[in-house]
């Protein structure tokens, strides 16, 4: 090879290499942003991938903040998930305002009461098809698919947080399938947590300014939910139990 | 003797059995009715509720169920014990097992939220769940008694009666210990949560099942114009006795247990003094009815030799049977979780609060179900195969039974 062709491959060797490098360099910038939102989506989990035991969601609830009379939540809950709202005893209610008094101290507490998700659920122990189940990420939900109705997990819930759907529906949101004579009760808005948001309660006492309810990641120690419970006294409701729920209280 | 007493199309009339055929059949249709009703409209219109989410059709089913397993007893104290004169009872006994099982079964896949997944039960097992564990005892109960009649009251294989009998016997142990679990296995609730409850059932078993079998071995005699034994009866009425006795001492135990814990005191409390229609029905029902009156109207001077007052007895225990189921299954959900303690609660869903529980007429129809489909088996069995009992008075012993 001649000295001049020789340069002339060397020119084109840089090129190459110069091209190489601003593609690779261009491909980066396109792809780092997904590839940086399918790291952090869902606090780790991307949208189709399924739940990880990596994570365990849960909820801290500070009923000092909680305040009397309001219902933020409820309402929230029910028109993200297609519930009526209405409060009759053969009424779905997901979550529910509750007004607790001290029989010694007449302290006196609001609190929202909700499915506890918890680590050993007694409504999936008792469920005879498996219809109640907890995902890798501790919440636990009912598979419409497979509830035959029998409400043997409406007798086991020490929570009585939940609900038999009594008569037909119509309208339902179609992100959140209820179905008549199926068992249901509060998903922690599943949905919305896969798609990397709050549940609808606790984005709706935020919006009002109280911030009693906190969700997040109790595995990562980073978390603010993480943190709080870290710093203060938290409260297990029938912590006698041994049930380890998800749901935990401050202030009571 | 046998050509005697059988009521089956060689010597009982027709007009007869296609009577209580209908009758049955009447009141099976009116479950159908109440079952499609219930399905189209939901529990809505029932008198259940998200608080009291067990109702009339469970006391009935449960009840039934209990009794099934109880009323195979007669045909083990047979075939396992070796005794002559339960021997010959243990093909009705064995029936009516499997009747009663149908029939309790039933009338609790009527009520099921989604009765067309019953599929879904028997292909979806969480063997955790008593729940499950109960469906597999049930279906193996169906056939291990299937089993066990073919063995005695086949000709050939009447020697294999023993060994069968005897799984039947352990099998149906097991089976009632697992439908008491059903509740004892309920932590959160102050009604439940108690090993007491797996042995207690078994008794209470023992004491239903019984009395339905003299109650249909009774009708049975009366319908043939037969009279029983009084040595026959005078055992029947004093093995009751000790059952009816029994389930009185684990019924004191449990409550005894309760009274003695400071956290239950609220729910005793409820239960037995204060809570309305369940003190009524514990203390009227299940004890003075089911109880105290039966063992009265049993050790009354000449009980042996009156059937009508056995018979009335047996009714009674069965009665009183329902008013506990009724105690137990609805008591135990009136009585509001206590989710505090310590704390007065209120909220929207009825939390702190003494639930209300008004039966509708759909479940009441749903619950008599299960009855109308243990009858039509029995009837239409008893037509079918000989299933009166034919003794050999020589087997028995004469001086073995004298009050």
Known sequence: MSEQNKQVHEAADGDRRDFLKVGVGLAGVALAPGVLFYGISAHGKAPDAPASTAVRWGMLIDTGKCADGCNSCTTACATENGLSGQTGPQDSQWIRKMHIKNLQTGAEHNLPMLCQHCENPPC??????????????????????????????????????????????????????????????????????????????????????????????LKDPNSDIARAMQSYATTEVRADLGLNTGVRYQGI | MAENVCMNRSCAKSSEFWTLLVMGGVVLLGTLAAFFYIEHHGHIVTGMDNQVVWGLPHVFAIFLIVAASGVLNVASIGSVFGKKMYKARAPLSGMLAIAMLAGGLGGVVLDLGRPDRLIVAMTHY???????????????????????????????????????????????????????????????????????????????????????????????????????????????????????????????????????????????????????????????????????????????????????????????????????????????????????????????????????????????????????????????AVRVLKFMPEDDFKDIDLDACKN
């Open chain 1, 124 to 217: 999936v122990d008792v469920c005879p098809t498996g219809a109640s189940m907890k995902r890798a990420d501790g919440i636990v939900l009912v598979d419409r698919h497979i509830c035959i109705g029998c409400r043997y997990c409406m007798m086991a819930c020490p929570y009585k947080a939940r609900s038999f759907v009594h008569e037909p529906l119509t309208d339902q949101n179609p992100e959140v399938p209820r179905g008549q004579g199926c068992v249901e009760s509060c998903t922690f808005c599943v949905q919305r947590v896969d798609r990397d948001e709050t549940p609808a309660c606790v984005e709706a006492c935020s919006k009002d300014g109280h911030m009693a309810m906190m969700f997040g990641d």
């Open chain 2, 126 to 380: 969480n063997f955790k769940s008593i729940f499950a564990v109960n469906v597999l005892f049930y279906n193996g109960f169906f056939a291990i008694v299937g089993l066990y009649l073919i063995t005695l009251m086949s000709k050939n294989l009447k020697q294999y009666s023993k060994p069968v009998g005897l799984l039947a016997f352990l099998w149906r142990l097991a089976l009632t210990t697992a439908t008491g679990s059903i509740f004892g296995f309920l932590v959160a609730r102050a009604g439940y949560n108690s090993a007491l409850y797996a042995p207690m059932f078994i008794i209470y078993s023992f004491a239903y099942g019984l009395a339905a079998f003299i109650v249909v071995q009774s009708v049975m005699y009366k319908w043939n114009n037969i009279e029983v034994d009084e040595r026959i009866l005078c055992r029947l009425k004093n093995l009751l006795a000790i059952f009816v006795g029994a389930g009185l001492y684990f019924t004191a135990v449990l409550h005894l247990t309760n009274i003695y814990f400071a956290k239950q005191w609220d729910f005793e409390r409820f239960l037995l003094l204060e809570g309305g229609i369940y003190p009524l029905l514990f203390w009227g029902g299940q004890v003075l009815l089911g109880g105290v009156l039966p063992l009265l109207m049993i050790f009354s001077p000449g009980a042996r030799k009156s059937p009508p007052r056995v018979f009335l007895a047996a009714l009674l225990v069965l009665i009183g049977g329902h008013a506990q189921m009724y105690v137990t299954i609805i008591g135990g959900q009136a009585f509001p979780l206590n989710l505090f303690p310590g704390y007065a609660q209120s909220s929207s869903f009825f939390d702190g609060v003494v639930h209300a529980y008004t039966p509708s007429l759909w479940e009441m129809l749903l619950g008599v179900g299960g009855i109308a489909i243990a009858f039509l088996i029995t009837v239409i």
